[in-house]
């Protein structure tokens, strides 16, 4: 996991830009995977968005490198 986030090659920033925009896509959708609520289909790309604006930092951080790695 630590190479996974740690890693800056171009195929390590790809993986990781798939995985926030797979894992905000599922938030975004969670209305239709629970099916207990309704969220607004015109707030579903900014959910996503937003999501995404989220984990870069928070991946970052569990990777635990600073900018001098």
Known sequence: MR???RNNSKWHRLARTILQGVIGVVIANIDIIVGTFNID???KPIITALVM???SPVMAE???CDESC
């Open 62 to 64: 569990l990777g635990g």
């Open 41 to 43: 289909p015109t707030a």
């Open 3 to 5: 190479e996974f986030l």
């Open 53 to 55: 604006a989220v984990l």
